[in-house]
């Protein structure tokens, strides 16, 4: 097959259109034009032509990771599972993550670290953050040591206890209401229970 056209693209920097003879045209990155030393005027037999393609394929996704991290930050497996989605190769999606988690781009430990920060900062405890760290693919080796950064919780839930809360907590259905509330949003019961005690003694001794 041989080679009619190579010539950047208008549309998308660093990206190259090689058109062939039957008409088609390859969308290649400047690494598949320099590896393969493409030209017009080149011969490419069935292999060479599969072997652009797959390089060409694999760059592409190598790009579209490197824009998707670049919006935000993601697991390397939740990375993954995007590209998949997007209608990547499984292979090659695995292969642009590892390529990102070498050069540093993707880092699941101080990802796991940032999720940490960032729910507890939102009123969470750690049975949510957890959650949450298994939602977005962190793996699980790596959620007790980003939880070790988890501050002191007491004062949230007393916070949140005194936001909630509409009336006397000798009422049980308000302190049923209060701890399902904070349930859910991941603290245990002996967190919300020390919280109850704590909010009941104070507003006793306001009351004296």
């Known amino acids: 097959m041989e080679i009619m056209e190579v010539k950047p693209s208008q549309r998308k920097k660093g990206r190259f259109l090689v058109k062939l003879e039957d008409g ?66 499984e292979e090659d999606a695995g292969e642009a993550a590892d390529w990102l988690e070498d050069i540093g781009a993707v880092n699941d430990r101080e990802y796991a670290a940032m999720l940490v920060r960032h729910y507890a900062g939102k009123g969470y405890g750690r049975a949510r953050i957890r959650e949450e760290m298994y939602r977005r693919g962190v793996d699980r080796e790596l959620w007790d040591q980003a939880l070790e950064e988890l501050p002191d919780q007491s004062e949230t839930l007393d916070r949140l206890i005194q936001k909630k809360c509409r009336g006397d907590l000798s009422d049980r259905r308000e302190v049923r209401r209060v701890s399902d509330s904070l349930l859910r949003r991941g603290f245990s019961w002996s967190e919300v229970k020390d919280a109850l005690r704590r909010y009941t003694e104070l507003q006793e001794d306001e009351s004296c």
């Open 24 to 89: 088609n045209i390859l969308r290649v990155t400047e690494e598949e034009v320099l590896r393969f030393s493409l030209a017009a005027g080149m011969e490419l037999d069935d292999e060479s032509l599969e072997a652009l393609d797959e390089s060409a394929q694999r760059s592409a996704v190598r790009a579209a990771a490197a824009s998707m991290i670049g919006s935000r930050p993601l697991s390397k497996k939740e990375l993954t599972r995007r590209l998949v989605r997007k209608g990547a190769d």
